[in-house]
């Protein structure tokens, strides 16, 4: 019913609608981004990383914070996991969980902001004092239709940030604060919206390559990059950190919280004291350990781009074999990009296992179908080392079981989620952490009690 309304009603009547719900939580829950200091992060990929970062520093530099993302939430204290299916939540429900950072005592919130959730206006009735923007690829293209439109949507947050009124926190005047990524070819897009003030970080690919002068830009650039299978190490001004996080990728994520913290006042130093001791972010790179004689990695990864920079990590950790466990979502997310995650697994992993993963109201057969299709351009033979398994629980055993000593299983698509939603909206319960572990211990139990 409810997608049947929205091909009937006039696109302008939906705005206004979705407007009018945003200020109307706003109202109910009493304003509460007005009360504090709200950081508000977009991009393609890095989203929760950066957002987790910018809490992680602010709430070991003496705050109370809060956060939303895809991953988890947070409330000064009180943490628990993103169990919602949502990167940003329906207008009343965000605007309650900001209310309740504000009745914790919280003076930050960093709230992950997503294209879809500005396409639906749940942004508008926030004031951002800070946007960030990590990077651009295509994502949701078809559910935006096109490329221009999915950018203009991340945009409308910086648009945003220039109109909203400075708070005055504390006996302090908020200065509108944008932090871009110049090493995006994007960032040019983002540095034309107005801002108080314009940080923009730079991590360089080679030894030579810096950034372009940007007039009225605060450029933070980072030096001596080595980039490991367990940690990063870099400087800026010449502040060495050690990111006990893989990637590059990972290196642009700390930069930006690293930006947000000079932002607003926080040290250099500490901040690189902090980043040594941050923890793993759920379902993001994370290591399952149950003792087994192999690898065994969650991560988020649902698009190219983000397989890519996963296998940027992968390529440089010691295994035997790469065995991939994938699928692709349904649901209006991009058809298109089926067949690519296929063929990118295939290059880089020895065994490829393709499953289920959220299928919404689209066939889960087709959809596997169209990813094992991208496998076999790349040369995997089905039964072989190619297997199409329906049932997402079969398909972890099933890498399990094939995994032998100095292998490193991979299981994409999901990370931390603790939802697998099927036809109708329907939500099953689903964690692959969860059952990656379960799986272990079934087949080395086994082994203990013959």
């Known amino acids: 019913m409810k997608s049947l309304l929205k091909k009937l009603l006039p696109a302008s009547f939906l705005r206004t609608y979705h407007r009018l719900i945003s200020w109307l939580a706003a109202v109910y ?17 890095g989203k929760s990383t950066v957002t987790n970062m910018v809490a992680w520093l602010f709430e070991q530099s003496g705050r109370k914070v809060g956060l939303t993302t895809t991953a988890n939430f947070k409330v000064a204290d009180r943490e628990w996991l993103n169990d919602t299916k949502m990167t ?56 935006h239709g096109g490329f221009d439109n999915y950018r203009r949507a991340k945009g409308q947050l910086f648009a945003k940030l220039s109109h909203d009124r400075r708070k005055s926190l504390e006996g302090q005047i908020i200065s509108k604060t944008s932090v871009i990524n110049l090493g995006d070819k994007h960032a040019d897009y983002f540095l034309g919206f107005a801002a108080d003030r314009k940080i923009g970080f730079f991590v360089p690919q080679i030894i030579d390559d810096h950034p372009l002068d940007y007039p009225g830009v605060a450029v933070v650039c980072v030096e001596d990059l080595l980039v490991g299978a367990n940690e990063s190490t870099f400087r800026i001004n010449g502040v060495p950190f050690v990111l006990a996080m893989p990637g ?43 003792g087994q004689p192999f690898g065994v990695i969650v991560d988020y990864a649902p698009e190219p781009e983000s397989f890519r920079k996963l296998y940027e990590v992968v390529d440089l950790l010691p295994k035997r074999r790469v065995i991939h466990v994938l699928g692709s979502t349904g649901g209006g997310r991009d058809v298109s990009r089926r067949p690519v995650l296929g063929r990118l697994a295939a290059q880089k992993a020895q065994i490829v296992i393709v499953t289920n993963e959220d299928p919404y109201d689209d066939d889960p057969p087709t959809i596997i179908r169209d990813v094992a299709a991208g496998a076999r351009e790349v040369g995997k033979r089905d039964g072989v080392d190619l297997f199409e398994i329906l049932d997402r629980r079969e398909a972890i055993s099933k890498a399990v079981s094939l995994a032998e000593e100095g292998d490193l299983v991979l299981v994409t698509g999901k990370g931390c989620e603790q939802a697998m939603v099927v ?17 272990i211990h079934e087949r080395y139990d086994k082994k203990t009690k013959n």
């Not at 004031?127 to 559910?143: K, M, R």
């Not at 109708?424 to 059952?435: C, F, T, Y």
């Open 29 to 45: 829950f009493g304003h509460p981004s007005e009360q504090m200091i709200i950081i508000g992060i977009t991009g393609t990929n």
């Open 423 to 439: 036809a109708g909206g329907r939500k099953i319960p689903w964690d692959d952490r969860a059952e990656l572990r379960r799986a």
């Open 248 to 290: 590059r990728f990972n290196v642009e994520n700390a930069v930006a919280a690293i930006c947000v913290g000079l932002a607003h006042g926080l040290d250099l130093t500490a901040m690189s004291e902090l980043l040594r001791v941050m923890p793993t972010i759920p379902g993001r790179i994370e290591r399952i350990d149950e």
């Open 88 to 143: 940003m939540l329906g207008r009343f429900s965000l605007q309650s969980l900001l209310h309740q950072m504000v009745v914790a005592g919280c003076s930050l919130a960093a709230v992950e902001t997503s294209s879809e959730g500005i396409r639906q206006y749940r942004h508008s009735s926030i004031n951002y004092d800070t946007a960030v923007f990590t990077n651009l690829t295509p994502e949701h293209i078809e559910s």
